[in-house]
């Protein structure tokens, strides 16, 4: 199975950008459907985005949307999550998962489908 690797995580002042990526390796990363999950200091990990094995679907958590665009390009086994706008609430470590799922255009927001983790990047957005 794939392994992953966040970066791109780093400290932003409200309303700047980021883009983080998610770098796997070990597998087809094709077959995989990626979530973005966050959790910040004190508070449950949270959906962010997800994105089908197919890229043509993908899921956004409303405190995101039309700030965050998940993406991916498989022939460099990368999915990135292009972070507009950014506000302080969205401070915390950013984790990318994985899953194999039988439907190429799934994509799910629940964590607990998901059996590879990244072991996260922080992201700090000052006021």
């Known amino acids: 199975q794939v392994q992953l690797v966040e970066s791109g995580g780093g400290s932003v002042q409200a309303g700047g950008s980021l883009r983080l990526s998610c770098s796997a390796s070990?597998?087809?990363?094709?077959?995989?459907?990626v979530g973005w999950f966050r959790q910040a200091a004190g508070k449950d990990r949270e959906f962010v985005v997800g994105i089908s094995r197919s890229g043509d679907n993908t899921q956004t958590a409303d405190p995101v949307k039309g700030r965050f665009t998940i993406s991916r390009d498989n022939g460099e086994n990368t999915v990135y999550l292009q972070m507009n706008s950014l506000k302080p609430e969205d401070t915390a470590t950013y984790y990318c998962a994985a899953a194999q799922w039988m439907i190429r255009s799934y994509a799910s927001p629940r964590s607990h489908e998901y059996g590879i983790w990244g072991q996260g990047t922080q992201v700090t957005v000052s006021s």
């Open positions: 070990g597998g087809t990363f094709s077959n995989y459907g």
